[in-house]
């Protein structure tokens, strides 16, 4: 028995009926892998499903499908632009368009858009086995690949994989910075340069905050007792400490079980409060590090710094070094006050950088994170916030936004437990996504998006 068009009398009952009630389930898909409303900075999509078991691991096809859903008596032709832009700006291999009685399937490769499939919805029932050999999930292909031997296969999807094989022009450095606590610095720290090591770049992560937070999230604090420390004598510290000793090759970590691939981590330590007064008063320590990565510039793609939310040495020492500055904000009065001050200690930095030889340092904007995903406030509020970015503070806007979702605070608080001992056991959003909770899928997207957008900006992509 074909699906019915005559059930779809409006948008909501196309979304209802034929893709949550019908196509959804036919073509293999559980509630916990497909999402309904999800926003991409300005991109609000009615449903993005995750076609494979680890749909973010690197190198496996078509990791996902955007479904848009309109009114049964819209031209879906005036409605293709728009999904076509979706696909490419998110570097999606599937989309399916419908109104409820016509339905279309495009296929994304290399930013060339083309239109596979299209019937009418009351044929679907007579065309389902087409329909799954492109869009369905990935055990359901397969049941039909078994059952139809002679199904053609479906377009080969783009991957998500990026040669990094050949030699880049130039390391990129990238801080992470705002003076107000609280709004990401760290969770945008760790997942981008997890997002951009999947991608094949060689990373490399410097925590230089005494808090030490992207240094616990690496996987880089297994011990206990303080006995068993060893980080204390060999940290980030111990780089701007001295200038013919302590180099990157002796202090750098790779992270632990944290991403895959792992990245290379220069971890930080509480002792660094220790050392604060002693380096201050000394000039010298601020261009170390500067001199120290030049002597790395070809064993790595990108640096990024996750720093202090602070004016002291050690953020002084990371705008210094640093090209380009991401600066992360909540949007909340508070973190917008702060953006001033941020303004000045630019301004003041870039000085200092013109004395040294450096170009000004390189905003790529502000990255609104920790958002909520309350719809009334997507809807009312956060557009004001956004608004006010440009207009009051005159700083430019990155169109990538990290939402306040569970996984992230999940991943980073994951444990195991060794006998007695319950040890910390973070994941980056993409292995938590990949080994715990398909939930994840949609944080761990974000930072593709804003992976995206960042090597878009410093020129590599």
């Known amino acids: 028995m074909s699906f019915d068009p005559e059930l779809c009398r409006n948008e909501s009952e196309v979304e209802s009926k034929l893709i949550v009630g019908y196509l959804l389930p036919k073509l293999g898909y559980s509630p916990d892998t497909w999402h309904q409303e999800v ?89 389902l086995a087409d329909i799954i050999s492109l869009i369905g999930r990935d055990f359901t292909r397969k049941q039909f690949a078994q059952n139809s031997p002679t199904l053609s296969p479906p377009p080969q999807p783009v991957s998500l994989t990026i040669s990094a094989s050949s030699p880049l022009l130039d390391m990129k450095t990238i801080a992470i910075y705002h003076n107000k606590g609280g709004v990401g610095k760290t969770t945008v720290s760790t997942n981008l340069a997890a997002a951009l090591s999947k991608r094949g770049y060689r990373v490399l992560l410097i925590d230089i905050d005494a808090q030490a937070n992207s240094t616990f999230a690496t996987g880089l604090v297994k011990f206990q007792f303080e006995e068993e420390d060893d980080l204390r004598d060999r940290n980030v510290c111990h780089l701007i400490s001295s200038g013919d000793t302590n180099f990157i090759h002796e202090i ?30 000394i000039m010298a320590s601020r261009n170390r590090l500067i001199e120290k990565l030049k002597r790395v510039e070809n064993n790595y793609d990108i640096v990024i710094f996750d720093t202090p939310p602070s004016r002291d040495i050690y953020a002084e020492v990371a705008l210094l070094t ?110 938590y996504a990949n080994e715990v909770k398909s939930s994840a899928q949609v944080s761990a997207m974000e930072f593709e998006v804003l992976a995206q957008e960042v090597l878009t900006k410093i020129g590599l992509k």
């Open 322 to 431: 640093a090209d380009y500055l991401i600066i992360p904000s909540d949007l909340k009065p508070f973190a917008n006050q702060g953006l001033p001050t941020v303004k000045k200690f630019i301004t003041a930095m870039d000085e200092t950088r013109s004395i040294i030889a450096k170009k000004p340092i390189q905003l790529l904007g502000v990255l609104a994170s920790k958002i909520s995903t309350n719809a009334r406030f997507i809807e009312y509020t956060f557009p004001k916030q956004r608004e006010v970015i440009g207009k009051r503070y005159e700083m430019p806007l990155m169109e990538s936004v990290i939402y306040d979702r569970t996984a992230l605070s999940e991943s980073f608080n994951k444990t195991v437990i060794v006998g007695d001992l319950e040890y910390p056991d973070p994941k980056s959003i993409f292995k």
């Open 252 to 281: 750098v970590r790779e992270s632990q079980y944290f991403s895959d691939p792992e990245i290379a981590v220069i971890p930080a330590h509480i002792n660094l409060i220790d050392k604060q007064g002693e380096l201050t008063t």
């Open 39 to 127: 926003r991409f900075g300005k991109i609000r999509l009615d449903f993005l499903a995750f076609t494979q078991k680890l749909p973010l691991k690197l190198g496996v096809p078509s990791i996902g499908l955007i479904i848009e859903a309109k009114h049964p008596r819209k031209n879906l032709d005036k409605h293709v632009y728009q999904l076509r832009s979706y696909l490419t700006s998110l570097d999606i291999s599937y989309g399916l368009l419908t109104n409820g009685k016509d339905l279309r399937i495009y296929h994304q490769t290399a930013g060339t858009v083309e239109l596979v499939l299209r019937c009418a919805t009351q044929d679907i029932d007579a065309r």
